[in-house]
């Protein structure tokens, strides 16, 4: 996919260089970094709420909202964008929703993602479209990433941060401990219909990185990762945000080395991140387990 | 993002002109066509510890709710601490029916409580600004002081659904207490813990009761682990209520004329109360626990 000179050296400063060389890379470091940390934050709640049926539905969304947009001949971006949030927004018409749990809803849910693949297939076939588009759309790509692309990126992620930034609180009551937080006068259902609506815009960010069905490798794996290392809320969400930068960096620069594609290293590196992340859990849980010889007991008699 | 009022503490005793805690006159509920209770009278005043009793699906829950203003009475009228049930809202703690935090949540014990303190507030907590003001020093000494005034120090620092059922009904009630309620409503608090557990939850709040002056009401299944706490009870049955003193409602007399059928009220040695006769309660509400949603009664 690149031509010779991009070969990783030992030359720590020539391969920087070369990373840099083109336009586009630096686009995709743009594009990536900040779909990374819009798609952290939000994903961090998601994994929270247990809405990670509804985030990848979400993402799935996206394709046949790209899909019908270049058979349209319309933007691809606003493809996205809207395919996503208007499903965010069907799922929140569920009457019971929470963003995920609900037999009910999961059926909803399931059946909204096989209709959106199918018309994604549809569209495709419609617009006799290349096999190359198709696998660029569900499984990512980081080459045609322009300069008002990047722009709307930012802007976009830039809102739901402010969003979420503005209801942060409240929304992490109402994720935790509904029961209360609606007796304390917090609006829960309309939080959750708002969090559908910035998971659906999220997931429609990420996907133009990492494609439809990759998308979990942001949303889900750095905060579940985030939140096996720490149950303190305010690291675990820095924590969460630092993973999925160092994977979607690393991400990159493995997929320009290499013949390829950027959504497998973004994923592998946040599979590692996480399989990581829950070893150490249990290897430390199972050590301060033995360490503490009072506690077994205890726990027989208090559960 | 202005703190909570710090003014809402505990107030101790029945001061003169203080409104009564609670005081519900000729209520009824009527939930989807059907009235849940009705004729209810009630009057708690300041600092008791008042239970509210009856079998499954009498509207136990449904009381609670009814002070708390999520349902509405359909006929009568009921203030808490003086105001339309609603209007009271910080303070009044409360702990909702059992509810149970997945094991997989990794959320610490004292971040449940905290979202007690300013969980209902817009924004975001500024990272590293605890240091810096004093609200939020304050805020650290409340949530610190209730966790240990329920004795949930040694796990707080744990994830919640990693803690036992005792020990996360303590630190809900820390949750419910952080504000410095007036009012505590306690939906079932002692269901599902063990008999040693459920022994000193009642003890935890009935000393809260006392100490702090703090105004309870406790829905439970089971009478006995907080009898002789009790200043009165209420015991819904048959869609009546009576209220009075323990002695004088768990009785044979009373309840046979509340059911409408024979109930003979025994007396163990060992002071427990056991009713027999009450009539097996209807098959519907046997789910009432997995049902959350406002509407259920029970």
Same mark, same amino acid.
């Not at chain 1, 990374?36 to 952290?40: C, D, E, G, L, P």
């Given at each position: 996919?690149?031509?010779?000179v991009?070969?990783?050296?030992?030359?720590?400063?020539r391969?920087?260089?070369q990373?840099f060389?083109?336009?586009?890379?630096?686009?995709a470091f743009?594009?990536?970094?900040?779909v990374?940390?819009?798609?952290?934050a939000?994903?961090?709640?998601?994994?929270l709420?247990?809405?990670?049926f509804?985030?990848h539905?979400l993402?799935?969304?996206s394709?046949?909202?790209?899909a019908?947009?270049v058979w349209l001949?319309i933007?691809?971006?606003?493809g996205?964008?809207a395919?996503?949030?208007a499903?965010?927004?069907?799922i929140?018409?569920?009457?019971?929703?929470r963003?995920g749990?609900?037999s009910?809803?999961?059926?909803?849910?399931?059946?909204?993602q096989a209709?959106?693949?199918?018309c994604?297939?549809l569209f495709?076939s419609l617009?006799g479209?290349?096999l190359d588009s198709v696998?660029?759309?569900l499984?990512?790509?980081?080459l045609?990433?322009s300069?008002s692309?990047?722009?709307?990126l930012l802007v976009?992620?830039?809102?739901?941060?402010?969003?979420l930034?503005?209801?942060?609180?409240p929304?992490f009551?109402?994720?935790?401990?509904p029961?209360v937080?609606?007796?304390?006068?917090?609006?829960?259902r309309l939080?959750?219909?708002?969090f559908l609506?910035l998971?659906?815009?999220?997931a429609?960010?990420?996907s133009?990185?990492?494609?439809a069905?990759l998308?979990?490798?942001?949303?889900?794996?750095p905060?579940?990762?985030?939140?096996?290392?720490?149950?303190?809320?305010?690291w675990?969400?820095?924590l969460?945000v630092?993973l999925?930068?160092?994977v979607?960096?690393a991400g990159?620069?493995?997929a320009?080395?290499?013949?390829?594609?950027?959504g497998f290293y973004?994923?592998?590196?946040g599979?590692?991140?996480?399989?990581?992340s829950a070893?150490?859990?249990?290897?430390?849980?199972w050590i301060?387990t033995r360490?503490?010889?009072g506690?077994?007991?205890?726990?027989?008699?208090?559960? | 993002?202005s703190?909570?009022?710090?003014?809402?503490?505990?107030?101790?005793?029945?001061?003169?002109?203080t409104?009564p805690?609670?005081?519900?006159v000729?209520?009824?509920?009527?939930?989807g066509g059907r009235?849940?209770?009705?004729?209810?009278?009630?009057d708690?005043?300041?600092?008791e510890f008042v239970?509210?009793?009856?079998?499954n699906?009498?509207?136990?829950?449904?009381?609670?709710k009814?002070?708390?203003?999520i349902?509405p009475l359909s006929s009568?009228?009921?203030?808490?601490?003086?105001?339309?049930p609603g209007d009271?809202?910080?303070?009044?703690?409360?702990?909702?029916q059992r509810?149970s935090f997945?094991?997989?949540?990794r959320v610490?014990?004292i971040?449940?409580?905290?979202l007690g303190?300013?969980g209902?507030?817009?924004g975001?907590?500024i990272?590293?600004g605890g240091?810096?003001?004093?609200a939020?020093?304050?805020?650290?000494r409340?949530?610190?002081?209730?966790?240990e005034?329920?004795g949930?120090?040694a796990?707080?620092?744990?994830p919640?659904g990693q803690?036992?059922?005792?020990?996360?009904?303590r630190?809900?009630i820390?949750? =419910?207490?952080v504000r410095? /309620?007036? &009012?505590?409503?306690l %939906?079932?608090?002692?269901d599902?813990l063990?008999l040693?557990?459920? +022994?000193s939850v009642a003890?935890?709040i009935?000393?809260l009761c006392?100490q702090r002056?703090?105004t309870?009401?406790?829905v =439970?299944?089971?009478a006995? /682990?907080i &009898?002789?706490y009790l %200043?009165r009870v209420?015991?819904l049955?048959?869609g009546?209520?009576v +209220?009075g003193?323990?002695?004088?409602?768990?009785t044979?007399?009373?309840?046979?004329s509340?059911?409408?059928?024979?109930?003979?009220v025994?007396?163990?040695?060992d002071?427990r109360l056991v009713?027999?006769?009450?009539?097996?309660?209807p098959?519907?509400h046997a789910?009432?626990?997995?049902?959350?949603?406002?509407?259920?009664?029970?």
């Open positions: 996919m690149m031509e010779a991009t070969e990783l050296t030992w030359n720590l400063s391969d920087v260089q990373l060389a083109y336009h586009f890379m630096v686009n743009r594009a990536g970094t900040v990374a940390v819009v798609a952290a939000v994903g961090w709640l998601m994994v709420r247990r809405a990670s509804a985030g539905t993402a799935v969304v394709f046949p909202g790209a019908g947009a001949g933007s691809i971006t606003a996205y964008f395919a996503s949030i499903a965010a927004l069907v929140a018409m569920v009457p019971g929703s963003g749990g609900t009910r809803e999961s059926a909803v849910i399931g059946t909204v209709f959106a693949l199918a994604g297939v495709v617009y479209g290349l696998t660029g759309l499984f990512g790509s980081f045609g990433v300069d692309q990047v722009v709307t976009v992620g830039a809102g739901v941060l402010a969003v930034a503005a209801i942060g609180r929304l009551f109402a994720s935790v401990d029961d937080a609606s007796a304390r006068g917090v609006p829960v939080l959750g219909v708002v609506v998971l659906g815009t999220t429609a960010e990420v133009q990185i990492t494609g069905l998308v979990f490798a942001l949303l889900v794996m905060a579940a990762a985030a939140q096996q290392l720490t149950a303190r809320p305010g675990s969400l820095a969460s630092l999925a930068l160092l979607t960096w990159l620069v493995a320009y080395f290499s013949t390829y594609p950027v973004v994923t592998t590196f599979f590692a991140a996480y399989g990581l070893a150490g859990r249990s290897l430390s849980e301060g360490g503490r010889p506690l077994a007991p205890r726990l027989a008699v208090d559960r | 993002m703190d909570p009022d710090p003014a809402a503490s505990p107030v101790t005793g029945a001061a003169t002109g409104p805690a609670v005081q519900v000729d209520a009824a509920v009527r939930l009235t849940i209770w009705s004729g209810v009278n009630l708690v005043g300041r600092g239970a509210v009793l009856g079998p699906g009498a509207g136990k829950s449904t009381l609670v009814a002070l708390l203003g349902v009568g009228r009921a203030t808490v601490l003086g105001r339309p009271a809202g910080r303070a009044i703690g409360y702990l909702p509810r997945d094991p997989g949540l610490r014990g971040d449940i409580v905290r303190f300013d209902d507030r817009w975001l907590p990272p590293g240091r810096l003001s004093a939020r020093k304050e805020q650290r409340r949530v610190a002081e209730v966790i005034l329920v949930a120090t796990y707080a620092s744990r919640i803690v036992s059922g005792g020990e996360q009904q630190l809900l820390a949750q =419910a207490l410095g /309620p007036q &009012l505590l409503l %939906d079932e608090p002692l599902s063990d040693p557990n459920q +022994a003890a935890l009935s000393r006392q002056g703090v309870v009401m406790i =439970a299944h089971d006995n /682990p &009898l002789s %200043d209420v015991y049955a048959g009546r209520a +209220a003193a323990p002695a004088e409602v768990i044979s007399a009373t309840l046979s509340l059911y409408g059928t024979p109930i003979e025994l007396s163990a040695s002071g009713v027999v006769g009450e009539p097996e309660a098959a519907r789910d009432r626990h997995a049902d959350h949603s406002p509407k259920a009664p029970g």
